[in-house]
């Protein structure tokens, strides 16, 4: 079961990423015909704190799960390609390295009585 920590960090990874694209439209209708900068100034300091609080996150979340060095370079790294946080978060959940166990290795409960 997964702590608070660990669902804050997997709301931020989700976060980012869904700022990344509002912040990716908005730079494409800045740069583009209508020339509008609107689109960056709502999603660019939406996403900038976003980034600050996955980075912030992990940190906290590799502490806790005692995360290796590698794996947290890896996801500190993800914060700057576009999506790439939904890409290692879901990585970690299927190596248990959230808190909960990959599905390949739960086992159902044994019946009682």
């Not at 730079?27 to 689109?39: C, D, F, S």
């Not at 996403?47 to 370079?73: D, N, P």
């Amino acid at each position: 079961m997964r702590d608070k920590l660990t669902g804050l960090f997997v709301v931020a990874a989700i976060a980012e990423a869904c700022s990344w694209f509002g912040l990716l439209v908005g730079m494409l209708v800045k740069y583009g015909p209508p020339g509008n900068e609107l689109g960056v100034k709502i999603f660019g300091p939406i996403h900038g704190g976003l980034f600050v609080a996955y980075l912030v996150l992990v940190l906290a979340v590799a502490r806790r799960q005692r995360w290796s060095l590698l794996a947290t370079g890896v996801a500190l790294a993800c914060a700057v390609p576009p999506f790439a946080t939904l890409a290692y978060e879901r990585w970690a959940r299927r190596r248990g390295m959230l808190g909960t166990a990959p599905a390949s290795t739960r086992r159902d409960p044994a019946p009682v009585g």
